[in-house]
């Protein structure tokens, strides 16, 4: 689980993989870099051990201008491109093809971007497995025209204090989407993690 630094477009990227004896692999984005995101948030780090524990190889990393990664914040212009670095040195580093996209909050809105953009264009030819959306960013980012796929799960605290939890569920509703409501947790699902996992289970593999 050691850290290690790869090229980006604006620089150094902090990654952090775990490497499997699978053909799949789980890659997260973390929440807002402005507000303290950091690939360490709890959200992540729960959604990590999930995938990690599920026999699957994972990669978390921090955004430009987080941690030791170069550059600064690019209202999600930027990070959409470092995730599509990300991917591209999984791809040179390993043969895992399977791929399961996850984010939180302003993560979750790169997640869907980058996500969007692999059903588009796949250069590296990953096999698309499944979108994991916790607490995305609905109101202040693009979200309504993203092609996503028919089976993306989205999950919301029913206390959501920082993304209107409505307009969360109306979005995934539109869109028919796979949805949980946790009852009783907040956006950063304090008291709540254990939900986080249980339900994945039930959407995983």
């Not at 477009?9 to 902090?14: E, F, R, V």
């Not at 028919?150 to 949805?179: H, K, S, Y």
Request: proline share 5%; net charge negative; glycine share 10%.
């Amino acid at each position: 689980m050691a850290d290690q630094l790869i090229q980006g477009n604006a620089g150094s990227l902090q990654i952090r993989p775990v490497w499997q004896e699978s053909d799949a692999i789980a890659v997260i984005c973390h929440p807002h870099p402005l507000m303290g995101g950091t690939m360490d948030n709890k959200v992540v780090t729960t959604l990590a051990r999930f995938f990690r524990n599920s026999g699957i190889s994972v990669v978390i990393f921090n955004f430009r201008g987080v941690g030791t990664s170069t550059g600064v914040h690019a209202q999600g212009v930027g990070e959409i491109e470092d995730l599509i670095s990300v991917l591209d040195w999984i791809a040179d580093q390993s043969t895992a093809r399977k791929l399961y996209i996850a984010g939180f909050s302003f993560g979750g809105y790169i997640a869907a971007a980058g996500f969007s953009q692999l059903m588009q264009y796949n250069p590296h030819q990953f096999v698309l497995q499944k979108l994991y959306l916790v607490a995305p960013a609905v109101k202040n980012y693009p979200m309504g025209d993203l092609v996503l796929p028919d089976d993306t799960f989205v999950m919301v605290g029913a206390e959501d204090e920082v993304v209107p939890p409505q307009d969360i569920i109306d979005w995934a509703n539109t869109r028919n989407f796979d949805l949980a409501v946790i009852a009783g947790s907040g956006h950063f699902f304090h008291g709540h993690l254990p939900d986080i996992g249980s339900q994945l289970e039930s959407r995983f593999p």
